[in-house]
């Protein structure tokens, strides 16, 4: 976890000369992240 925020930290103040809120960056990449492994396991979510 401490490497991810790390990371994010490191993004959002490079990707742009005004910084990005760290919590922005992390939700993106983790949203992502969460995507891909839903993606991965063929979860499928019933309404």
């Given amino acids: 976890g401490g ?3 790390l990371a994010c ?3 959002a103040r490079t ?3 005004g910084e ?3 919590g922005i960056v992390a939700s ?3 949203a992502l992240l969460f995507m891909a ?4 396991r063929n979860i ?3 309404r």
């Avoid at 492994?37 to 991965?40: G, L, V």
């Fill in 28 to 30: 993106f990449f983790g």
């Fill in 37 to 40: 492994m839903m993606m991965s």
């Fill in 15 to 17: 990707l742009m000369a």
């Fill in 44 to 46: 499928r979510i019933e």
């Fill in 20 to 22: 990005i809120p760290l």
């Fill in 3 to 5: 490497i991810f925020a």
């Fill in 9 to 11: 930290d490191d993004l």
